[in-house]
């Protein structure tokens, strides 16, 4: 099927009707574009439009899809290549469509992907490489950031041993070990934070939180408070882990 030939068919039939692109569009309700579009070849009337356009400009249809004036002798055979003509275009239609609904479902389970990957590395979840412990953190040595008193965490307990990761940044070596250790021996600390700023219970959705208000509890006891100011340092460095 001839998209062009079909097209300068329309145009040439719409002419020595005498009606221009803008009447036969008032006629058809369609846009100038659309009438545009047909002429140029770029794609055809639907069906409703179609048997409209061929009743304004008398022709048949079978003329229609040749892009011709037809003989009463070729009609017949004209029909039989319509047919083929518009089964073929239907199977291409189909073949591309098809085609398209894989490329939309492989792109969209790229973009989930990356997004997904993306909210669990900032949720806590899974780690970037780049923020994983990856060197000796020697305050003003190199690309370290910071001057964090690695020996006061270290003394603490082993599982908050600090390192650094690619970009310079103070990271404990295990993130979810040293998470795990400061829930089991902070808790008061953390419960304090929770139950005066109103929070939900520390996970890796909200930690953030505990790190802005645990400096700031004026309720609890003194131990209570020491322990609540040291979940905003250790947050300090455990965001480190899994936000740049």
Not at 63 to 83: D, T, V, Y
Not at 104 to 113: H, K, Q, S, V
Request: aromatic share 12%.
């Amino acid at each position: 099927m001839d998209q062009i030939k079909i097209g300068t068919f329309i145009s040439l039939c719409r002419k020595n009707k005498k009606l221009t692109q803008e009447q036969l569009a008032e006629k058809l309700n369609v846009s100038i574009n659309a009438v545009s579009k047909w002429e140029r070849g770029l794609n055809l009337p639907d069906y409703s439009n179609m048997k409209l356009l061929c009743e304004f400009l008398e022709i048949s249809l079978n003329e229609f899809f040749a892009g011709e004036n037809l003989k009463r002798n070729e009609i017949e055979e004209q029909s039989e290549k319509n047919i083929l003509n518009v089964l073929k275009l239907a199977n291409d239609k189909n073949k591309r469509y098809k085609i398209l609904k894989i490329i939309t479902l492989i792109l969209l389970i790229i973009l989930f992907n990356v997004l997904g990957r993306f909210v669990l590395i900032k949720c806590g979840y899974i780690m970037d490489n780049n923020l994983r412990y990856s060197q000796i953190y020697i305050a003003e040595e190199g690309n370290i950031k910071g001057n964090v008193d690695i020996n006061k965490f270290g003394k603490i307990n082993i599982d908050f041993d600090v390192g650094a990761n690619k970009y310079g940044y103070a990271v404990f070596k295990n993130p979810n070990k040293a998470l795990k250790r400061l829930k089991k021996d902070y808790s008061e600390g953390i419960k304090l934070i929770q139950k005066e700023f109103n929070l939900l219970p520390l996970t890796n959705f909200n930690y953030k939180s505990y790190k802005t208000y645990g400096w700031q509890v004026t309720t609890g006891t003194e131990e209570e408070k020491e322990q609540a100011r040291f979940v905003t340092s250790f947050m300090d460095i455990y965001e480190n882990s899994f936000d740049r």
